[in-house]
Nanobody, 119 residues
């Protein structure tokens, strides 16, 4: 059974920092691309950052220079370090594991963790 368990969300003031973690089990973590998505109230889910099995990273423009995604294959964990947080970063953040093998796609989601940026 595949599980992705996020942690690290919470309430933070503007300008503050948080580090999200996502611990994976039930998959060969090192061969999966991992991503962090977020969904704010009334908005579509968007990809915030991703990291491939070869550690290539991508970021949505709005978080470049502020967020850093990383992975520790020995701990089956992916992280999202979020600095200089803004109110518009408020959302539920979801961890995603994704692998394409030929015509088959294997994709899994965590349950989400809420990040609130507010005074």
């Amino acid at each position: 059974q595949v599980q992705l368990v996020e942690s690290g969300g919470g309430l933070v003031q503007p300008g503050g920092s948080l580090r999200l973690s996502c611990a994976a089990s039930g998959i060969i973590f090192s061969i999966y691309a991992m991503g962090w998505y977020r969904q704010a109230p009334g908005k579509q889910r968007e990809l915030v950052a991703s990291i491939t099995s070869r550690d290539t990273t991508t970021y949505v423009d709005s978080v470049k220079g502020r967020f850093t995604i990383s992975r520790d294959n020995a701990k089956n964990t992916v992280y999202l370090q979020m600095n200089s947080l803004k109110p518009e970063d408020t959302a539920v953040y979801y961890c995603n594991a994704d692998r394409v093998l030929g015509k088959a796609r294997f994709e899994y989601w965590g349950q989400g963790t809420l990040v609130t940026v507010s005074e």
